[in-house]
């Protein structure tokens, strides 16, 4: 009998993340599985549902060679075959296994970009993400565990603790804080090598509770694009297009990225992501972390990005639901964690501190700090 805690994630995915109807269409996107349970779960509840699902099998290890050799044409006829797909679903999950998290790290970085121009933004950014009900996860295995630190055991228990939250329950905990990020003007931000000014002011703010990641647990919103001013450290070791980076520093004048520097990684390939095109140096998301249940990094940003006490920074392209006009093919969240084991650091709105060392001032919001 499968364990019980994947009953109650599939629940979560197929009638709160997706919201899935009878006659729809849904899309389960599967990469480098190591275990089949929830996709196996997830289609036999959509078929009883009266919906339909799809299934695609994909290998890390098969697209990195597709895209080592891949030429701009035969990555549009990647991209056309799956648009067409993507545009008749209706619902759409990614189940990412986890077996190398850097098996892209040797694609080169003008492959990389042809692969986010030419696949990634017609297929997800301009169809997936506006036109479908769409949900991301990892699934655990000892690949994670190893990220995190953990035994395979013991971060499975993490990982279900983290991602079986009551997402309704955290949605209204996270209302305050919406309301609050919608009335501010002017963020700043202080912390380690961190001096940070920009403005809010008219950008939507959306706050995230299972919709659209599992685990989840963020308010997000976006800078006014060119209102950014001044330096920051991000302390959360991270990786993108398979190469791993640490400590990342930018200095922004009049909101474009004008240094970048990194204490471990490939400092070139760091700045050719930032000039990947125009809005590559420019934000097109910030946000405020708050899964009480995710205090530590492991290198995966959807965990990352989720830690209470934490914020993230996104050079590259703006969501539609926050837009402040930024478009790129890149969209790189970058997490700074501002609890005192980190280094600590404020968040404050219109001069006023709103979170103060990773726990927020006001009781009303205390709800979302860790418990």
Not at 138 to 163: H, I, K, N, V, W
Request: with cysteine; charged share 30%; net charge negative.
């Amino acid at each position: 009998m499968p364990d019980p805690r994947w009953d109650t994630l599939s629940e979560t995915l197929l009638r709160h993340s997706t919201r899935l109807k009878a006659g729809e269409t849904l899309l389960i996107e599967c990469i480098d599985l190591e275990d089949d349970t929830l996709a196996r779960l997830l289609v036999r509840k959509a078929s009883r549902m009266g919906a339909t699902a799809l299934i695609d099998l994909k290998r890390a290890s098969i697209i990195r060679e597709q895209l080592k050799e891949a030429t701009e044409a035969q990555l549009r006829a990647w991209a056309d075959a799956e648009s067409y797909r993507m545009d008749r679903v209706q619902a759409y999950i990614a189940l990412r296994g986890s077996q190398n998290i850097s098996e892209l790290a040797d694609v080169p970085p003008d492959r990389m970009n042809l692969y986010n121009e030419h696949f990634m933004t017609p297929v997800h950014f301009q169809r997936r993400i506006k036109n479908t009900r769409w949900c991301v996860l990892r699934l655990p295995g000892p690949g994670m565990a190893q990220q995190a630190g953990m035994s395979t055991e013991a971060f499975e228990d993490f990982y279900f603790e983290a991602c079986n939250v009551d997402y309704p329950r955290l949605g209204r905990a996270l209302r305050p804080l919406a309301d609050r990020m919608e009335a501010a003007r002017e963020v700043h931000i202080t912390g380690p090598e961190t001096d940070l000014r920009f403005s809010i002011e008219g950008i939507p703010v959306v706050p995230c509770a299972g919709e659209m990641n599992i685990p989840d647990g963020e308010v997000f919103t976006a800078p006014v694009r060119d209102s950014i001013e001044g330096q920051i450290r991000f302390n959360a070791p991270t990786i993108y297009q398979g190469a791993a980076y640490d400590g990342i520093r930018l200095v922004f004048e009049r909101g474009k990225i004008v240094e970048a520097s990194c204490e471990a990684g490939d400092s070139e390939r760091l700045n050719r992501i930032f000039r990947a095109d125009e809005g590559a140096s420019y934000v097109g998301e910030w946000s405020l972390g708050c899964n009480p249940k995710v205090q530590k990094p492991m290198r995966d940003i959807l965990f990352d990005e989720k830690i209470a006490g934490s914020f993230h920074l996104t050079p590259g392209n703006a969501y539609d639901e926050a837009d402040n006009g930024n478009r790129s093919k890149i969209h790189w969240d970058l997490v700074q964690i501002q609890t005192p084991e980190f280094g600590g650091g404020t968040v404050s709105f219109d001069g006023e501190p709103i979170r103060v060392d990773g726990k927020f001032v006001d009781e009303e919001l205390s709800p979302l700090d860790p418990e």
